[in-house]
């Protein structure tokens, strides 16, 4: 019967599968992996002609010089070779990389191809240099320097609160520092080197370890990571001085009359600057030219001010006048 033909047909197919034939399979898998490793022995042997990846390795003083860019690790070339020895050089199994001896460092930044081949040939363990197919093999190295900067602050940069004042001078302990680094970095650092106080209105003397920051960490090393820095913020003291004001292109035959006086110079000094101040320097103008005829004011000016004197201000800020016929 064909339905009894067909079902000997597929047992006799899945016969092998069965429990009862595992090492049937066994025999099967055996025969694969020999047949599999003959045959890669046999093509190991065989000679070839392939680009591979080769490492290379830069020979320089590093107490003189230092790469200021990674340096390349390998290059491409083009080798004859037995299958064994090609396997092993793309796995970079044990393989002495080629070391390159460059005349001319820091100036020479680069390097063609076929400039390494004497490098490369000498370390090919069993296999033929064709060709470097690396065109160029670009660095850059630069003398390694060690200098000392006198380390400071930017006193512009010291935000003071209203009615405070920073006073010098500044304490920075320690009073230098010594990079270690490459030249041209260096020569990029400002002489002094400033440090960064904190960006807020300061009402009290400051005293606190400042960071070193700048650029260039992984190349450049520093012997101190921070220095305490120490500077005073005193508070001004308020003053006031009633002046007489300069009269400038006022018309003739008239006498002034100031409605809202009297004019008032405001302004702030240092407590130890008291007794040194000469308060009736300050000289005050109200100049006619910028007369507003609709209020009858004149925004006064300050032409000159006392020594030791800060944040000045003029009261009041428009003067209101009237002219009286003489």
Not at 228 to 237: D, Q, T
């Amino acid at each position: 019967m064909p339905f009894n033909k067909t079902k000997h047909a597929l047992l006799w197919l899945l016969r092998p599968f069965s429990p009862k034939q595992k090492q049937y399979w066994r025999v099967v898998l055996l025969c694969f992996f020999t047949a599999a490793t003959f045959w890669l022995l046999n093509a190991l042997n065989k000679s070839y002609t392939a680009q591979v990846s080769y490492p290379i390795r830069f020979k320089y003083d590093p107490q003189a010089l230092v790469p200021v860019k990674p340096l390349p690790e390998v290059v491409m070339i083009s080798v004859t070779g037995k299958g064994w020895k090609l396997l092993r050089k793309n796995l970079l199994f044990n393989v002495k990389p080629a070391e390159l001896s460059i005349r001319g460092l820091p100036h020479v930044k680069r390097l063609p191809g076929h400039a390494l081949r004497p490098a490369i040939a000498n370390v090919l363990d069993g296999l033929a240099l064709n060709f470097v197919v690396t065109d160029t093999v670009s660095f850059d190295f630069d003398r390694l320097l060690t200098r000392k900067f006198p380390l400071a602050i930017d006193t512009t940069q010291v935000i003071a609160a209203p009615g405070f004042q920073f006073v010098g001078p500044v304490k920075v302990r320690p009073d230098s520092v010594t990079f270690t680094g490459p030249e041209q970095i260096l020569n990029q650092f400002p002489n002094p080197f400033l440090l960064s106080v904190p960006n807020r209105s300061l009402k009290a003397p400051f005293k606190a370890e400042v960071p070193l920051v700048y650029d260039y960490t992984s190349l450049v090393q520093a012997d101190v990571s921070e220095a305490e820095v120490e500077f005073s913020i005193v508070a001004l003291e308020r003053r006031e001085v009633v002046v007489q004001p300069t009269l400038q292109n006022f018309p003739a035959g008239y006498r002034l009359r100031v409605m809202n006086g009297p004019l008032v110079v405001q302004y702030a000094c240092l407590p130890k600057s008291r007794e040194l101040l000469q308060p009736e320097l300050f000289q005050v103008a109200l100049d006619f030219r910028q007369f507003n005829a609709a209020d009858s004011t004149i925004a006064p000016t300050l032409l000159q001010k006392a020594p030791l004197t800060k944040q000045i201000s003029l009261l009041p800020a428009r003067v209101k006048i009237s002219l009286i016929p003489q």
